[in-house]
């Protein structure tokens, strides 16, 4: 298969940071008539590899204040009932969201509201 570059290299979302704490400690949602594209990195020119509607949960897990305005999110992927467990695990260590966790980059400040965290 092939896969065109775009020529943005990819950055995970990284998860942990506090032993006595969730991986991921913020919770959001999907504003009303918003669409949160999700990208492999914080830059409009990253790849999508999601779309989230109007409502849908993500946890807030990771922040980059260059550019500013994103942030790393995990959310639960197609045919998933819930988003993975490791966000909800303490890990003293910060590390990439799990390889079974649908994970990536939004723009928080316009498409994603803050619900606790």
Not at 15 to 29: H, K, M, V
Not at 35 to 58: F, H, I, K
Request: aromatic share 4%; charged share 20%.
């Amino acid at each position: 298969m092939d896969v065109e570059y775009d020529g943005v290299e990819s950055r995970p979302v990284m998860i942990g940071g506090d032993a006595d704490l969730d991986a991921c400690s913020g919770l959001g949602q999907v504003k009303a008539g918003h669409t949160a594209v999700v990208r492999d990195a914080p830059l409009d020119e990253a790849q999508e590899v999601a779309r989230l509607e109007p409502g849908t949960s993500v946890w807030i897990c990771d922040e980059t204040d260059v550019p500013e305005g994103w942030s790393g999110v995990v959310y639960a992927g197609p045919g998933q009932a819930n988003v993975c467990a490791a966000v909800a695990t303490p890990s003293e260590s910060r590390i990439p969201a799990p390889s079974d966790c649908a994970a990536g980059w939004v723009k928080t400040s316009q498409d994603v509201e803050l619900t606790a965290g």
